[in-house]
């Protein structure tokens, strides 16, 4: 078992297996990062990576190895049935070449071992099993990856394939990036999960349970604290709990995350309780303060901010404290600290460019809002604080955080995990960023709003952002207005090319099923997404099939979209996902399959010039939208008018220049060269001696490097004040060519 070098603590954070595997989850992070800045000692740990960690190495799979042989004695044995598959057998059959690959196989995805990529990708390294088998499909992908992307491709394949071994043998439960999740998903009822914790440990939570116990004998809280985001952390949360519960009930355990967020929201089973003291809800900066202080410091319990906990043999909700939650700008920096960032893999497990980033790489965490901005779609969560309460940092903020994180961490990747990023706010972060000469790279959530010009992206570019995701959800402007998402397909397929032509990738939420959708509007919506892809302006997209939540207006008012809740008892214990029948009677579960086959196809550029029925083996009625669609939306005429208060900000940077005389007709005049060096090329404009000094005092001014921006007016009058008919200037060529090479008008 790995040793750590954690601290003694009061107050011990953890997530429980599993999320990511090639990054942190950030719950912990924000909160020692809060809790530093009241004075308050902490420690975390992400137990997922410790698992994997310890599972995935020559020690583990040799242990998981002889448990199988052990718990399945027939297999080499006495002759009688073999109960396992062929690919079991084969693995079993190959445990020497796993067990002699497996710790540099994970210190490849780790980064650590680069080299071993050429004998990976010779393809004689690693034994193979049935994941193997997609790769003749895959052998087109693989033209355009570089080795190390081809070896980390494979290399997943070789971990998913012990992965399913070991959903076959030891732990039908078992997924890299979650445990047991069918469990959390929605449990209206307590009982199953309950039952499952009184049955004996499985092999990995015995495996979790070593490793919970050294942390807690390392750290000796007082406070533990389990974070759970999502269903698949949840019965490993419990089964923390209960180890810590058993064996040092002097630790007060509390429970807080998305999962309690949206799904505990009226909890009273107070069995929950044997396992936990505390629920908290939302943000949990002000409800764990005042814990720590009845806790640690030994005062008075009296007042809790949205906290569950049995009094009286009862399941209480208290939410008496008057203090307000913490201000974004009090909340601190996140803190990795004690997290091992240096262990995380990188795996690419599908090829889609988008989930590749999720899984891919190490990005620090950070936000530029609390909330989201716009709080209106039908589907969403608004009436829940995690996206009603909007509250954006200042980008000067955002970026001190930038550069602290950087700085502690050693990575410059920045994962913005806004529900929906501000565009406003996001340009001031892109010009603080280049003010500042930081050097990151990131990407984050928009809704794909018409503020998102082609001059923003290129800013957005410049300043490091290289990808995006945005909700298109259903291609259909009747549905977008049901959903009051606020834009129309003609103006995402705009912002779209807008990003894309800057050079960032786009990834769109694609919904189908939606209340009263018609089978042509799904037709019509994949034709849409077939027009955007073909068009080049969308690189990736993930077909969601919708979900009518408690806290989103569908949910809360499913009259209002026609639809028909089918049981309006609350369960006792989680409560989000609603079972319901659209009176459209449509089953929409049967698009599923072509219209994931058809975007998977699309997204690596091939296929469109097939028949939108052919995805399907069920007839389909014909599209209603034209074949231009797109095409036309893209070649609309913009509007080119400039307002008189947008910003003018120059990228590039000084011109080296030359004057000279030209003569036309017996008049002479001075004229100016101005010679610039970008990053890839070297351009050159000519324009009169007069304007180009001009030019050359105001790009100086409207540099991105300073700090007060101009705007359009100021410096029309600028130019005006020495010179005639600024509009003539702005509009000529060389103002164009500029235009080109970074003059930006935001
Ligand atoms: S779906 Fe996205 S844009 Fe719409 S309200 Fe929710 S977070 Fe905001």
């Given at each position: 078992?790995?040793?750590?070098?954690l601290?003694?603590?009061?107050?011990?954070l953890?997530?429980?297996?599993f999320?990511?595997l090639?990054?942190?989850?950030?719950?912990?992070?924000?909160?020692?990062?809060?809790l530093?800045?009241?004075?308050i000692?902490?420690?975390?740990?992400d137990?997922?990576?410790?698992?994997?960690?310890?599972?995935?190495?020559?020690?583990?799979?040799?242990d998981?190895?002889?448990?199988?042989?052990?718990?399945c004695p027939?297999?080499?044995?006495?002759?009688?049935?073999?109960?396992?598959?062929?690919?079991?057998?084969?693995?079993?059959?190959?445990k020497?070449?796993?067990?002699k690959?497996?710790?540099?196989?994970?210190?490849?995805?780790?980064?650590?071992?680069?080299?071993?990529a050429?004998?990976i990708?010779?393809?004689d390294?690693?034994?193979e099993?049935s994941?193997?088998?997609?790769?003749?499909?895959?052998?087109?992908?693989?033209?355009?990856?570089g080795?190390?992307?081809?070896?980390?491709?494979?290399?997943?394949l070789?971990?998913?394939?012990?992965?399913?071994?070991?959903?076959?043998?030891?732990?039908p439960?078992f997924?890299?990036?979650?445990?047991?999740?069918?469990?959390?998903r929605?449990?209206n009822?307590?009982?199953?999960?309950?039952?499952?914790?009184?049955?004996?440990?499985?092999y990995?939570?015995k495996?979790?349970?070593?490793?919970?116990?050294?942390?807690?004998?390392?750290?000796?809280?007082?406070?533990?604290?389990?974070?759970?985001?999502?269903?698949?952390?949840?019965?490993?949360?419990?089964?923390?709990a209960?180890?810590?519960?058993?064996?040092?009930?002097?630790?007060?355990?509390?429970m807080?995350?998305?999962?309690?967020?949206?799904e505990l929201?009226?909890l009273s089973?107070?069995?929950?309780?044997?396992?936990?003291?505390?629920?908290?809800l939302?943000?949990?900066?002000?409800?764990i303060e005042?814990?720590?202080?009845?806790?640690?410091k030994?005062?008075?319990f009296n007042?809790?901010?949205?906290?569950?906990?049995?009094?009286?043999?009862?399941?209480?909700?208290?939410?008496?404290a008057?203090?307000?939650?913490?201000?974004?700008?009090?909340v601190?920096?996140?803190?990795?600290?004690?997290?091992?960032?240096?262990?995380?893999?990188?795996?690419?497990?599908i090829?889609?460019?988008?989930?590749?980033?999720?899984?891919d790489?190490?990005?620090?965490?950070?936000?530029?809002?609390?909330g989201?901005y716009?709080?209106?779609?039908?589907?969403?969560?608004?009436?829940?604080?995690?996206?009603?309460v909007?509250?954006?940092?200042?980008?000067?903020?955002?970026?001190?955080?930038?550069?602290?994180?950087?700085?502690?961490?050693?990575?410059?990747?920045?994962?913005?995990?806004?529900?929906?990023?501000?565009?406003?706010?996001?340009?001031e972060?892109?010009?603080?960023i280049?003010?500042?000469?930081?050097?990151?790279?990131?990407w984050?959530?928009?809704?794909?709003e018409?503020?998102?010009?082609a001059d923003?992206?290129?800013?957005?570019?410049?300043?490091?952002?290289?990808?995006?995701?945005?909700g298109?959800?259903?291609?259909?402007?009747?549905?977008?207005?049901?959903?009051?998402?606020?834009?129309?397909?003609?103006q995402?397929?705009?912002?779209?090319?807008n990003?894309?032509?800057?050079?960032?990738?786009?990834?769109?939420?694609?919904?189908?099923?939606?209340?009263?959708?018609?089978?042509?509007?799904?037709?019509?919506?994949?034709?849409?997404?077939?027009?955007?892809?073909?068009a080049?302006?969308l690189?990736?997209?993930?077909w969601?099939?919708?979900?009518?939540?408690?806290?989103?207006?569908?949910?809360?008012?499913?009259?209002?979209?026609?639809?028909?809740k089918?049981t309006?008892?609350?369960?006792?214990?989680?409560?989000n996902?609603?079972?319901?029948?659209?009176?459209?009677?449509?089953?929409?579960?049967?698009?599923?399959?072509g219209l994931?086959?058809?975007?998977?196809?699309?997204?690596?550029?091939?296929?469109?010039?097939?028949?939108?029925?052919?995805?399907?083996?069920?007839?389909?009625?014909?599209?209603?939208?034209?074949?231009n669609?797109?095409?036309?939306?893209?070649?609309?005429?913009?509007?080119?008018?400039?307002?008189?208060?947008?910003?003018?900000?120059?990228?590039?940077?000084?011109?080296?220049?030359e004057?000279?005389?030209?003569?036309?007709?017996?008049?002479t005049?001075?004229?100016?060269?101005?010679?610039?060096?970008?990053?890839?090329?070297?351009?050159s404009?000519q324009t009169?001696?007069?304007?180009?000094?001009?030019?050359?005092?105001?790009?100086?001014k409207?540099s991105v490097?300073?700090?007060?921006?101009?705007t359009?007016?100021?410096?029309?009058?600028?130019?005006?004040?020495?010179?005639?008919?600024?509009?003539?200037?702005?509009?000529?060529k060389?103002?164009?060519t500029?235009?080109?090479?970074?003059l930006?008008?935001?």
């Amino acid at each position: 078992m790995q040793k750590t070098n954690l601290l003694k603590s009061d107050l011990l954070l953890i997530t429980p297996p599993f999320t990511q595997l090639n990054t942190p989850y950030p719950a912990t992070a924000y909160i020692k990062g809060f809790l530093n800045t009241k004075g308050i000692s902490s420690t975390q740990a992400d137990l997922g990576i410790e698992v994997i960690l310890a599972l995935f190495s020559k020690k583990g799979l040799s242990d998981l190895f002889c448990h199988t042989e052990r718990t399945c004695p027939d297999f080499f044995g006495s002759g009688s049935a073999i109960l396992q598959s062929f690919n079991v057998q084969r693995i079993l059959a190959l445990k020497e070449e796993y067990l002699k690959t497996i710790d540099a196989v994970i210190a490849f995805l780790q980064g650590k071992n680069p080299t071993l990529a050429l004998q990976i990708c010779q393809e004689d390294f690693l034994p193979e099993a049935s994941r193997f088998a997609q790769l003749e499909e895959l052998d087109w992908a693989f033209g355009a990856m570089g080795t190390q992307d081809k070896a980390k491709h494979l290399a997943t394949l070789y971990l998913e394939d012990i992965s399913d071994f070991i959903v076959e043998c030891v732990d039908p439960n078992f997924g890299f990036s979650r445990y047991a999740e069918r469990l959390g998903r929605s449990a209206n009822s307590f009982d199953e999960l309950y039952d499952v914790l009184n049955q004996e440990p499985t092999y990995i939570d015995k495996i979790l349970i070593d490793i919970l116990r050294n942390r807690i004998e390392e750290v000796e809280p007082k406070l533990f604290l389990i974070s759970v985001p999502f269903p698949g952390n949840l019965y490993s949360a419990f089964r923390c709990a209960q180890f810590v519960k058993q064996n040092h009930p002097h630790i007060k355990i509390s429970m807080g995350g998305g999962f309690p967020n949206t799904e505990l929201r009226s909890l009273s089973d107070k069995r929950v309780f044997e396992f936990f003291d505390y629920i908290t809800l939302d943000d949990g900066e002000l409800p764990i303060e005042l814990l720590c202080n009845a806790i640690i410091k030994g005062g008075e319990f009296n007042l809790y901010k949205r906290t569950f906990l049995l009094e009286d043999g009862k399941v209480a909700y208290r939410n008496d404290a008057l203090k307000s939650d913490y201000k974004q700008a009090n909340v601190g920096t996140p803190d990795y600290s004690d997290l091992q960032l240096d262990n995380y893999i990188s795996v690419i497990e599908i090829v889609n460019p988008m989930h590749r980033m999720w899984s891919d790489g190490r990005w620090n965490k950070l936000t530029m809002a609390h909330g989201c901005y716009w709080g209106k779609c039908t589907f969403c969560d608004i009436s829940l604080d995690y996206i009603k309460v909007y509250e954006p940092v200042a980008a000067k903020l955002i970026v001190d955080r930038i550069e602290e994180l950087a700085e502690k961490t050693g990575q410059n990747g920045f994962h913005f995990v806004d529900e929906a990023a501000p565009p406003a706010l996001m340009r001031e972060v892109a010009l603080e960023i280049l003010r500042r000469k930081v050097s990151v790279t990131w990407w984050t959530n928009i809704r794909f709003e018409k503020s998102f010009t082609a001059d923003l992206c290129l800013l957005l570019k410049a300043s490091g952002c290289i990808a995006v995701s945005g909700g298109l959800e259903v291609a259909s402007d009747r549905l977008l207005k049901l959903i009051d998402k606020g834009v129309t397909v003609e103006q995402v397929a705009k912002v779209t090319r807008n990003f894309t032509e800057a050079g960032i990738m786009v990834h769109a939420y694609l919904m189908y099923g939606y209340p009263t959708q018609t089978v042509q509007e799904t037709v019509d919506s994949l034709e849409m997404v077939r027009q955007l892809f073909e068009a080049g302006v969308l690189q990736s997209g993930f077909w969601h099939q919708f979900a009518m939540t408690a806290h989103s207006p569908v949910g809360l008012y499913p009259e209002k979209f026609g639809v028909v809740k089918e049981t309006e008892a609350i369960g006792t214990f989680a409560n989000n996902d609603i079972n319901y029948t659209d009176k459209t009677g449509i089953d929409h579960n049967k698009f599923s399959f072509g219209l994931k086959k058809s975007l998977f196809n699309f997204m690596h550029g091939i296929c469109f010039d097939y028949k939108l029925q052919d995805w399907f083996d069920f007839k389909i009625p014909r599209t209603t939208i034209p074949s231009n669609f797109i095409d036309k939306a893209l070649n609309d005429a913009d509007n080119f008018n400039v307002k008189l208060t947008a910003k003018i900000v120059w990228l590039g940077g000084k011109p080296i220049t030359e004057t000279f005389t030209k003569s036309k007709k017996g008049n002479t005049w001075e004229m100016m060269a101005l010679n610039f060096h970008s990053k890839k090329e070297t351009f050159s404009i000519q324009t009169s001696k007069k304007e180009g000094e001009w030019l050359i005092s105001i790009l100086d001014k409207i540099s991105v490097s300073n700090e007060k921006t101009l705007t359009f007016q100021e410096i029309k009058a600028d130019f005006e004040n020495t010179i005639e008919h600024f509009e003539l200037f702005w509009y000529s060529k060389p103002i164009h060519t500029l235009r080109e090479f970074g003059l930006l008008v935001l």
